[in-house]
């Protein structure tokens, strides 16, 4: 506890005329009885007339916080602050954030390699499964030789063009997403359609030749697509889903007779 002389020291410090303790301090002097006296309410017959603005007198503080008259006023506080400046700035934000152009995300490039091949009266647009061309004794090209021959079609086609393989550039800010490669596989195959005598259907062979040409999905396998820009199209599981999956062989031998007429009526 500090003595009474150093406390009056203090308040006077801190411009604290008028103070009232909440306890019992030791070493104090009594308390002045003016200061323990009752407020005076004014009476009635004292009221102010009406033509003079009336003023309500303040509240009278509770005796706890008498000792704070005088202090320096309080501040806000920081956090308070920027917590009501950020209130008042979200509407703007939103309202910025709304006339904001939206940008349109790019998609990572998909890849594949993709060979057009003709074999008598039909296109064939083929995945390459290693991404190289066909060799003469790879499996995947004996299976697709058995397939021309079953279908009626020379089994030696013949190559048009060189692979498109996608992405077509590994650096660059070039849009190469799914839209991109499907325009560009789509006009590469509407060009040599044009260089080419009549083609009676186009097969796609696998997803890549599906997706990209015939705007369509797994779901398409061994049905027949009318694609705009490119006539009529057969879509075909890739070779070398064919070879882990032989069953996926039965259901494609049944579609093909159903799509043989197109090609075997022109030979005819």
């Known amino acids: 506890m500090i003595t ?75 956090g308070v602050a920027r917590t009501v400046a950020a209130v008042s700035a979200a509407p703007s934000a939103e309202l910025e954030a709304a006339e904001a152009p939206v940008k349109p995300v790019r998609q990572a490039p998909p890849r594949f390699a993709l060979q057009l091949l003709r074999a008598g009266q039909c296109l064939l647009l083929v995945e390459l499964p290693t991404g190289e061309p066909l060799q003469s004794r790879d499996p995947a090209y004996l299976l697709l030789k058995d397939l021309l021959r079953a279908a009626g079609l020379p089994d030696s086609p ?29 006009s590469f195959v509407a060009a040599q359609l044009e260089q080419q005598e009549a083609c009676a259907c186009l097969w796609l062979v696998g997803l890549p030749a599906v997706r990209f040409a015939g705007e369509a999905d797994a779901e398409a396998f061994n049905r027949e697509l009318q694609v705009e ?29 159903r799509v043989m007429g197109r090609w075997k009526s022109v030979n005819d």
């Open 158 to 186: 013949q190559l048009l063009g060189e692979p498109v393989r996608w992405p077509l550039m590994t650096r660059g800010s070039l849009d190469q997403g799914p839209q991109a490669a499907l325009e560009y596989v789509q």
């Open 229 to 257: 820009g490119l006539g009529a199209a057969w879509a075909l599981p890739g070779l070398e889903l064919l070879m882990d999956e032989p069953a996926r062989k039965a259901e494609l031998w049944r579609a093909m007779r």
């Open 4 to 78: 009474e002389q150093r406390r009056r020291a203090y308040l006077t410090a801190m411009q604290v005329s008028s103070w009232l303790p909440r306890v019992e301090l030791p070493f104090a002097a009594p308390s002045r009885a003016e200061l323990l006296a009752p407020l005076v309410q004014p009476s009635e017959a004292e009221a102010v007339p009406a033509t003079v603005e009336v003023v309500a007198a303040p509240a009278p503080a509770p005796m706890a916080e008498v000792a704070n008259v005088g202090a320096r006023p309080e501040l806000p506080r920081p």
